[in-house]
C-alpha cells in the first residue's frame, strides 16, 4: 500500500525559510517522477516543483529561483526547499508521483504539511 508522509510545514515570517520532507512507501519511488503539490484555501491543488529520478528538475513560474526540490532515493526521501517565502505560498503541500500530465500517478495522498506564511 502506497503512503506519503509530510512534515516540516509550520508559520513563518514573509522572507523565511522552510524545508519540507516526504517520506513515500510501499513502491519503489526511485523510478517515479516525484513532485511537490499544494492547495491554497478555495483553490485547486497544483504541481509546484517536480524531480526526475535522474533529477531533472521543473517548478512553477512563481516560485523559481526561491524553492529547490531533490531526494535521496538511497533514503527514499524527497525535499523542497523553500526561501524567500511570500504570504501567497500558504497552503498545505503535499508529495505524490508526477505523470506526463503533470498529475500524481497513485491516487491516494498524505496529510499534508501546513505551510503559513504571515507577520
Known amino acids: 500500500q502506497v503512503q506519503l508522509v509530510e512534515s516540516g510545514g509550520g508559520l513563518v515570517q514573509p522572507g523565511g525559510s522552510l524545508r519540507l520532507s516526504c517520506a513515500p512507501s510501499g513502491t519503489i519511488f526511485s523510478r517515479f517522477r516525484m513532485g511537490w503539490y499544494r492547495q491554497a484555501p478555495g483553490k485547486q491543488r497544483e504541481l509546484v516543483a517536480s524531480?526526475?529520478?535522474?533529477?531533472?528538475?521543473a517548478y512553477i513560474d512563481s516560485v523559481k529561483g526561491r524553492f529547490t526540490i531533490s531526494r535521496d532515493d538511497a533514503k527514499n526521501e524527497v525535499y523542497l526547499q523553500m526561501n524567500s517565502l511570500k504570504p501567497e505560498d500558504t497552503a498545505v503541500y503535499y508529495c505524490?508521483?508526477?505523470?506526463?500530465?503533470?498529475?500524481?500517478?497513485?491516487?491516494?495522498w498524505g496529510q499534508g504539511t501546513q505551510v503559513t506564511v504571515s507577520s
Open positions: 524531480i526526475t529520478s535522474n533529477e531533472n528538475r
Open positions: 505524490n508521483t508526477v505523470d506526463y500530465t503533470g498529475s500524481p500517478i497513485f491516487a491516494s
